[in-house]
C-alpha cells in the first residue's frame, strides 16, 4: 500500500533552516509528482511548491520563491523540503502529498505530517 | 490566484442528518477542477472528491459532489459519528493550487 512517512518534528531559531524529509513506499516515486504543503496552528492548508521526482524539476508558489528548496533521491524514495530564513510565521505542521498524477495537481496520498516550531 | 470561500464556518447537525457545504471561487474553475477534502484533528487531510463530482477510492456513497464555475457544493446524505470533521475544497484549476478556508461539520 501506498505510504508517505515524513522526518520528526524540529525546532529551529528565526533564521535558520529546516529540511523535512518524505520516504515514499508501495509505489514507484518516479511515477507520480509530489508536492509539499503546510497548515499553520488553527488554520488551513497552503500548497508550497511540487516536485517531479523523475527528472527533478520544481514548482515553487511565488510566496516562497527563493526561500524553498524541493529536492529528490531516487535511491532511497526519498523527497525533500528545505525551508530558509525562518520566521515565526513558518510555524506549521508540513506535509508531503503525492500528486493523482501528471498535470493533475490534487492530492491522493498524504503523509502524516512534520511539525516545524520557530522560536527564539 | 484564485480565492476559495466556504461556508457556513461552522456546521451543526445529528448523526443521521443531511450536510450541505458550499465552495465559492473568486473566478471560474475550468473544467471543474475542484477537489474536496476532510480532516480529522491531529491527522492529515483525506482526498473525497476530484472533477467536482468523482469519488476517491474507498470513499463511500453518502459523499457527493456537484457545480462547476464558481460554485460547487459538497454534500453528505446521511451522517455518520465519523464524518464530524474539517472540510476543504481546493482548486486545481491554476497555480497556486489554493484552498478555501474550511468548514467545521460539528455534532449538534
Known amino acids: 500500500q501506498v505510504q508517505l512517512v515524513q522526518s520528526g518534528a524540529e525546532v529551529k531559531r528565526p533564521g535558520a533552516s529546516v529540511k523535512v524529509s518524505c520516504k515514499a513506499s508501495?509505489?514507484?516515486?518516479?511515477?507520480?509528482?509530489m508536492h509539499w504543503l503546510r497548515q499553520a496552528p488553527g488554520q488551513g492548508l497552503e500548497w508550497m511548491g511540487t516536485?517531479?521526482?523523475?527528472?527533478?524539476?520544481?514548482s515553487y508558489a511565488q510566496k516562497f520563491q527563493g526561500r524553498v528548496t524541493m529536492t529528490r533521491d531516487t535511491s532511497t524514495s526519498t523527497v525533500y523540503m528545505e525551508l530558509s530564513s525562518l520566521r515565526s510565521e513558518d510555524t506549521a505542521v508540513y506535509y508531503c502529498a503525492r500528486d493523482k498524477g501528471w498535470n493533475y495537481h490534487y492530492f491522493d496520498y498524504w503523509g502524516q505530517g512534520t511539525l516545524v516550531t520557530v522560536s527564539s | 490566484e484564485i480565492v476559495l470561500t466556504q461556508s457556513p464556518g461552522t456546521l451543526s447537525l445529528s448523526p443521521g442528518e443531511r450536510a450541505t457545504l458550499s465552495c465559492r471561487a473568486s473566478q471560474s474553475v475550468s473544467s471543474s477542477y475542484l477537489a474536496w477534502c476532510q480532516q480529522k484533528p491531529g491527522q492529515a487531510p483525506r482526498l473525497l472528491i476530484y472533477?467536482?463530482?468523482s469519488r476517491a477510492t474507498g470513499i463511500p456513497d453518502r459523499f457527493s459532489g456537484s457545480g462547476s464555475g464558481t460554485d460547487f457544493t459538497l454534500t453528505i446524505s446521511r451522517l455518520e459519528p465519523e464524518d464530524f470533521a474539517v472540510y476543504y475544497c481546493?482548486?486545481?484549476?491554476?497555480?497556486?493550487?489554493?484552498f478555501g478556508q474550511g468548514t467545521k461539520l460539528e455534532i449538534k
Open positions: 508501495g509505489y514507484t516515486l518516479t511515477r507520480y509528482p
Open positions: 472533477g467536482a463530482s
Open positions: 481546493q482548486q486545481y484549476s491554476s497555480s497556486p493550487y489554493t
Open positions: 516536485i517531479n521526482p523523475s527528472g527533478g524539476s520544481t
